[in-house]
């Protein structure tokens, strides 16, 4: 993949990640989607079951592993079908997006390694200012953030 096709891959990300940004404080229900959904709108276990071409006990089963994190994407999509709901799956950044982080990422890197030089200068007599380790880590972080270096999640 080129550097333009990887920005252009980020920025597309970026966009649709920013349409979902408001869901972070969505949070499950303490029971689940899947009890909680099929309680609101009144359908038992065996309905629900029936709809899925399985026993009410599997759909109970279905319910406490979502609600313990053990279910997978799959069963996930056909209770979804079943209760005649889509199921989306969606990473959301933690900073405000992808470009973000990568922002994020560069300047401590090049912060790690300008410093990591820096005491080592310090060592031997040839100490810098700080407005100069600013600047260089400035500069370091940018190249990395337009090169993308393969160790930038190391």
Known sequence: MTEQQRKLLLDQLDRKLKRVQSMRDLGMPGEGWVYSIRRAIKMS????GNRMNISPQSVKEIEQREKEG??????????????????????????????????????????AIVLKTSNNMRLEDQEVDKKRLDQAIKSLAEDFYNKVPRNLWD
């Open 45 to 48: 276990l065996r309905q629900l």
């Open 70 to 111: 053990n279910i997978t994407l799959k069963t996930l999509r056909e209770a979804g079908d079943a209760l005649d709901m889509d199921f989306y799956y969606v990473f959301i950044p933690r900073k405000e997006s992808l470009e973000k982080m990568i922002e994020e990422r560069t300047y401590q890197l090049a912060r």
